[in-house]
């Protein structure tokens, strides 16, 4: 029997094509930013710049190609590796995803 690989829970987006392709299969929250410095020290940006996304939100069309991209299939992984990463207070939801997550929320109470 063969041995089912895993697809990975967190992934970078090095590339146009792959973000694209997976803004495609609107599967997961994408997170774009600043990366946090290299010497460990957090760099002044604001967390207007650092955002996460449902995959298939359309303000990510306006996304810089510069800024660092990373896919997460749930939105569990997505806050613990951003808070780990970024900074607890270095990230935010996008206001229109944010709204949806909240409405998702009360839905199910």
């Given amino acids: 029997m ?13 590339s146009t094509e792959d973000f694209l392709e997976t803004r495609l299969e609107a599967v997961g929250f994408i997170f774009h930013g600043k990366s946090p410095e290299t010497n460990g020290k957090p760099h002044s940006l604001r967390s207007q710049s650092n955002l996460l996304h449902f995959a298939r939100c359309p303000k990510l069309e306006k996304v810089a190609e510069g800024e660092l991209k990373i896919w997460f299939r749930s939105v569990r992984v997505a806050l613990k590796h951003l808070d ?8 935010r939801w996008c206001k229109v995803c944010e709204r949806e997550i909240t409405q998702r929320i009360l839905d199910q109470s």
Avoid: Y
């Avoid at 063969?2 to 090095?14: C, F």
């Avoid at 780990?84 to 990230?91: C, L, M, N, P, S």
């Fill in 84 to 91: 780990d990463t970024v900074g607890a207070h270095r990230w």
């Fill in 2 to 14: 063969p041995i089912q690989q895993q697809s990975p829970t967190v992934r970078s987006l090095e």
